[in-house]
């Protein structure tokens, strides 16, 4: 289910997999080159979320998508509306400070045909600066899920 208002586009959840469902539905608002900050506690459903983002553009089956906590960057190669789309899921949460962020190197990764998807963004200043938007998942209690989808 989606309402929208101006950029603002909100979508509800009852399930792991019903989350996944409104990845692959949201994916029709994206229009990449973007870098986008997941919002929403651990257990949220922001991995879950890239899951049906990542099948809508063909870059990978859900299963595929894992947290990349450990990894901090899963890269996928996928298309959208006839284009090419390289779609990079990252994880900072466990990175400290600018200087361990720089060394990822995102100024390189942000290509033309970049759909950047990154959890725990909003640690980083620098990160909400260049950021051309926001999906923040809460939890309304059990599995329910409120996802609002904000776009510059
Ligand atoms: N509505 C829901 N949306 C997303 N995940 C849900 C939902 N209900 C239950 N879950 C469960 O919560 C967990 C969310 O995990 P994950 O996507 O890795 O969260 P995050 O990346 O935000 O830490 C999964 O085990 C998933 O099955
Ligand atoms: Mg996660």
């Known amino acids: 289910m ?3 208002t101006a950029k603002t586009h909100t979508f509800t959840s009852e399930s792991g997999a019903g989350t996944v469902e409104v990845g692959r539905e949201l994916a029709a608002i994206l229009h990449p080159p973007q870098l986008l900050l997941l919002e929403g506690d651990l257990g949220a459903g922001k991995t879950t979320l ?3 983002i990542a099948a809508a553009l063909n870059a990978a089956e859900p299963e595929e998508v894992t947290s990349p906590t450990f990894t901090l960057l899963h890269e996928f190669e996928g298309s959208w509306k006839g284009k090419k789309v390289r779609l990079l899921h990252l994880d900072v949460y466990r990175l400290e400070g600018e200087r361990q962020l720089e060394t990822l190197g995102i100024e390189e990764l942000v290509t033309d045909e970049a759909l950047v998807l990154v959890e725990w963004g909003n640690k980083f200043p620098s990160l909400v600066k260049r950021a051309t938007g926001d999906i923040r998942i809460e939890s ?3 599995d329910k899920r409120k996802i609002t989808v904000e776009l510059k």
């Open 50 to 52: 890239v899951k049906g």
């Open 140 to 142: 309304c209690g059990g």
């Open 2 to 4: 989606m309402t929208a």
